[in-house]
């Protein structure tokens, strides 16, 4: 096993304010409020046409996340993961997928039962969140969500990796043979 990946130590010398920026302006360019932020239902959309089960959406907060959108003016970009909060409907699921190259984090803020199934080399299990849960997915590891509560779910998600790459789907899953 590898050994836990070393974060450098930045000193107060180390930092460079972006040239042309002040202190406050740079500050400011690194905070994204909720008052300018959009709910992107087409971000999994090609999904959600597939099977409505699949509806959810998106507001991004800290880089584009992993569905796909490559760029959005509107983030705070991503240094060392992306951030965004997701809106999953009553009875629908974020289908089984895996991260390579990240760790990602769900964090339920609203909600009463959400189902997460993992998979990995065969072996299955599944925990069921609430409000004010989370849970961390390390990657290589194949992991869903489904809302099995009778409201909509709000919550946020985190993915350790400033660009992470696009998820895949078990082979043969329906979701696997669909074109974004």
Known sequence: MDAPKKFPSIEPSDVEIPDGKSLGEWIESRVARYETRTIDWNAL?????HD???????MRYIGTGATGISDDENVVPAENFTFST??????CEGPLHIHRDAEEVFFILKGHKIRLFIEHQGEQVE????????????????????????E????????GNPKPVTPTYPE????SKLKR
């Open 45 to 49: 959309k090609f999904q959600a046409d």
């Open 127 to 150: 925990t069921v969140l609430t409000e004010r849960d989370i849970i961390s997915v390390p990657p290589g590891v194949y992991r869903g969500l489904r809302n099995e509560g009778i």
């Open 172 to 175: 043969g899953h329906p979701v």
């Open 152 to 159: 909509e779910a709000l919550m946020c998600v985190m993915i």
């Open 52 to 58: 409505p089960k699949y509806k959810r959406a998106q």
């Open 86 to 91: 997701m809106v999953l409907p009553a009875g």
